[in-house]
């Protein structure tokens, strides 16, 4: 090998090794980790906000440089201000960038002007930890130390395995005196820091051990001091506040009421029957935001784990929900549901609200424990049926039909109106329609397919089974709507309180028909007559425009089926398809829930990036729905195999870095 050789190789090996290291350097998160954990806080904000100028829309990355942004003038805070400005509009639905724009003032000594963009934060969401981290540091730069400790203790309830959660309580508590109580939420950080083996345990543990030991200082020189007599009589003097509250309250005398109990707050803030009688009454005087703040604090005051912990959340869930809140009713229904889990009342409440987000995972998780709880709960068999129907991938579907004889055997491609016969029978089979069908028909040969699963017989309608459900179900609905003095002009023009037809042209009983005739034997009038209009909703006429506006920006609406699949085949959790840059839209009318994909080339809405998702319901639409289900590429050339990754790795898109 000649020495021309020799160097050349020595070259390519310094220049394969060089690119190796740049391709494994940590991104500038990671990096600002590792410093903030051996104990440089400041540098680990330096590197943070100099990787926010090269990645504004790193949320991730922006997140911890609010995180670490000090409580005082700052010259990172302008990075943070400017990443959360060039953001608002693009993510408008992301509670981050408020949050970051919260900081940012917050720590420039604007504090008041903080305090609407904080709010914003948790308005977006009320189920996540910093916005309630950051609307309480806000509050006490404010100089509202009450509000401040408040809005930290509610966090925590939110992120209770959460050591920074506990830290910031710590720190309030600590600020406003609360010694005892600051130690205990320190220790409970210190805690759960050792059972966590992420970067920022050991950061965090260096800040917990530090308000121990000043914690330990206060305690020790206040009891140096000589302690200041509690005033006379404050026991009797709250007692008989109370007394008058009570009195003026079962008056019905509201406002006298309230200012009183304002006044019995002053003398004592812990005591939470007094919180719990008066949030109520806020409620009932129409200070609806009011009430659900005291709901609040009268759970706080119980603790996480208490009955009463979990009525008082359900009330301010109810609160929400007039308010039109979905969010912040889906948040307080959680935590009932935590405060006692054996609440079938918390339980059928938070199942409600996560379907209203389309959260349909969640939702059966929810209706298993009503189940369990409950066994005979139909409502919530039914809906869980009718999920899984939901979940059920195209091949299965297919197997489904194919047992009943309901569809050509040899088909091997599923077209959507196979996909709604099929949620057309197994409604039909969760309603008893085998039963039916059996009282109905003897015999039922060829009508009923009976299958040996395990241990036990299961029972199905066939294709020929279901259309003879249909037909006498249709008769039997004409027979109770003429019951209803309706003539028989007006029975086959009637609609349910939705708008859909109950019977079609050929005067058979629709799928909506039928449960509008289930819920009429029940008692509960669901249909409408030709002359009354469908009662249009907020949230459905919202909806309408909504839906009209998407359509003209180049959205097409995908089935709910499709939707499901289109999550699993890009591994992308929901948030992240309808935040930028994928920009799907989930819009819901109170009754049902669509599902919208911009798909137009050249359209306001495309870009290079949503443009793939096209491409993946189009497969889709093709018959071609199957999941990869390996984690590794092909080996090529003697090298081992590598990892592959899906459209979105580790809830985040994934560019190749």
């Given at each position: 090998m000649t020495n021309k050789d020799i160097l050349l190789q020595a070259a390519l090996a310094s220049f394969l090794c060089s690119a190796a290291?740049?391709?494994?350097?940590?991104?500038?998160?990671?990096?600002?980790?590792?410093?903030?954990?051996?104990?440089?806080?400041?540098?680990?904000?330096?590197?943070?906000?100099?990787?926010?100028?090269?990645?504004?829309?790193?949320?991730?990355?922006?997140l911890y440089t609010v995180e670490l942004l000090p409580e005082a003038p700052s010259k990172h805070a302008a990075a943070v201000a400017a990443a959360a400005h060039g953001m608002l509009d693009k993510a408008s639905?992301?509670?981050?960038?408020?949050?970051?724009?919260?900081?940012a003032l917050r720590v420039s000594g604007r504090a008041q002007e903080a305090l609407s963009n904080c709010r914003k934060a948790m308005q977006l969401d009320p189920t996540a930890y910093p916005p309630y981290r950051e609307l309480g540091l806000t509050y006490a730069a404010a100089g509202n130390s009450r509000k401040a400790a408040e809005t930290i203790e509610q966090g925590v309830e939110i992120a209770s395995s959460?050591?920074?959660?506990?830290?910031?309580?710590?720190?309030?508590?600590?600020?406003?005196?609360?010694?005892?109580?600051?130690?205990?939420?320190?220790?409970?950080?210190?805690?759960?820091?050792r059972r966590s083996?992420?970067?920022?345990?050991?950061?965090?543990?260096?800040?917990?051990?530090?308000?121990?030991?000043?914690?330990?200082?206060?305690?020790?020189?206040?009891?140096?001091?000589?302690?200041?007599?509690?005033?006379?009589?404050?026991?009797?003097?709250?007692?008989?506040?109370?007394?008058?509250?009570?009195?003026?309250?079962?008056?019905?005398?509201?406002?006298?009421?309230?200012?009183?109990?304002?006044?019995?707050?002053?003398?004592?803030?812990?005591?939470?029957?007094?919180?719990?009688?008066?949030?109520?009454?806020?409620?009932r005087s129409g200070k609806y935001e009011e009430g659900i703040k005291e709901y609040g604090r009268a759970a706080s005051l119980y603790g996480p784990k208490n009955k009463k912990t979990a009525f008082l959340r359900i009330k301010a869930a109810e609160t929400c929900a007039k308010l039109g809140d979905a969010k912040g009713a889906?948040?307080?229904y959680r935590l009932a549901a935590e405060a006692d889990p054996s609440d079938l009342n918390a339980l059928k409440g938070l199942a409600d609200s996560l379907e209203a987000r389309s959260l349909f995972k969640e939702a059966m998780d929810t209706y298993e424990k009503i189940l369990k709880l409950e066994p005979a709960n139909e409502k919530a068999k039914t809906r869980l049926e009718e999920l899984r129907m939901g979940f059920l991938p195209n091949d299965r579907i297919l197997e489904e039909l194919r047992l009943r004889n309901a569809i050509d055997a040899q088909k091997t491609v599923l077209q959507p109106e196979d996909i709604k016969l099929f949620k057309a029978i197994r409604a039909a089979e969760i309603n008893d329609g085998v039963d039916y069908v059996r009282e109905k028909m003897l015999p039922a040969k060829g009508l009923i397919i009976e299958k040996r699963e395990a241990a036990s017989i299961r029972f199905y309608l066939s294709g020929a089974g279901y259309k003879a459900y249909?037909?006498?179900?249709?008769?039997?609905?004409?027979?109770?709507?003429e019951k209803q003095k309706i003539g028989m002009r007006e029975i086959f023009k009637l609609r349910d309180t939705a708008g859909a037809d109950i019977f079609d042209k050929a005067g058979q009983i629709t799928p909506e028909g039928l449960q509008a005739w289930q819920k009429g034997k029940a008692g509960t009038k669901t249909w409408l007559m030709p002359y009354e209009s469908v009662p249009e909703s907020p949230a459905a006429v919202k909806a309408n425009k909504d839906l009209a506006e998407a359509q003209g920006m180049g959205y097409r609406e995908l089935s709910e089926p499709e939707y499901i699949w289109l999550l699993k085949a890009t591994n992308c959790p929901e948030d992240v398809m309808q935040a930028d840059p994928l920009k799907m839209k989930v819009i819901n009318d109170g009754a049902r829930v669509r599902f919208l994909l911009c798909s137009v080339e050249n359209s306001a809405c495309m870009n290079p990036i949503n443009l793939k998702l096209v491409s993946y319901i189009a497969s889709y639409r093709d018959g071609d729905d199957k999941l990869s289900q390996t984690n590794t590429s092909t080996a090529f050339f003697g090298t081992g195999a590598v990892k592959k990754y899906r459209f979105c790795e580790n809830g985040r898109l994934w560019d190749g870095k």
């Open positions: 290291a740049s391709a494994e350097a940590p991104d500038a998160l990671t990096r600002a980790r590792e410093t903030a954990a051996r104990g440089s806080e400041a540098k680990a904000l330096a590197i943070a906000a100099e990787g926010l100028k090269a990645s504004p829309s790193d949320r991730a990355l922006f639905e992301d509670y981050a960038w408020p949050l970051g724009l919260c900081k959460s050591y920074q959660a506990h830290y910031q309580l710590a720190r309030v508590r600590e600020n406003n005196g609360d010694l005892s109580r600051a130690r205990r939420s320190y220790e409970a950080a210190l805690s759960l820091t083996r992420d970067l920022d345990a050991e950061y965090y543990g260096a800040l917990i051990k530090a308000g121990l030991r000043r914690v330990e200082s206060k305690t020790a020189a206040a009891k140096d001091k000589p302690r200041e007599p509690e005033p006379p009589g404050k026991k009797q003097l709250y007692a008989s506040c109370v007394a008058k509250f009570r009195e003026e309250a079962g008056k019905d005398n509201l406002l006298n009421a309230i200012d009183i109990s304002a006044g019995c707050i002053k003398i004592s803030r812990s005591d939470p029957e007094l919180a719990a009688e008066r949030a109520p009454l806020l409620v889906m948040a307080q249909l037909f006498h179900a249709t008769r039997d609905a004409i027979r109770f709507f």
